[in-house]
């Protein structure tokens, strides 16, 4: 019985991956493209997160200020804290991106009050509560509605959208790996 539930666990995240691939691939690229743009211009991404985002984002930042798969330069990232509002309003400057990871269990709207007062790029992957997400944010930010209810396959659905990311933005920096 047990054996039986686990194997369900792996169907329904497959079934979810595999869905959202096509479906994410779009607003995917939309993000990585905010992100290279803020990057090659001198700017800094700032990630922070709620729930299980908070967890996910030092992940994040540690990608893109160290490296994904392989070696290049360190880009300018940093996760953000518990006042990740204050830190913003802080060091957040106009052309940098707040990458908000949001697990669905409730947002935090401060966070991108502080990233618009700043005139920042804002990039959303969200689960349940996408919709109030894309209410807030401007046509120039990008929003990554994970669709599924279940917290746990958001979160995994996440992650691979931030390796996506980090895959993306290696890929447009130093072209295709070859072997």
Known sequence: MVEQR????????????LRAGETLARPIADAAGALLACLTAGGKVMVCGSGAGAALAPHMARLLAGRYERERPPLAALALG????QQVRALGLPGDVLLYIDDGEGHSTQ????????????????????????????????????????????????LLVLHCLCDALDYQLMGDQTS
Not at 116 to 123: A, E, H, Y
């Open 111 to 158: 966070v991108i009050t502080a990233a618009q007062g700043k005139d920042m790029t804002i990039v959303v992957l969200a689960g349940r509560g996408a919709n109030a997400f894309g209410e807030l944010l401007a046509e120039t930010d990008v929003l990554v509605p994970v669709p599924h209810e279940r917290a746990a396959r958001v979160a995994e659905l996440q």
């Open 82 to 85: 518990h006042d990740a509002p």
């Open 6 to 17: 686990i194997q369900e666990q792996f169907f329904e995240s497959a079934d979810l991956h």
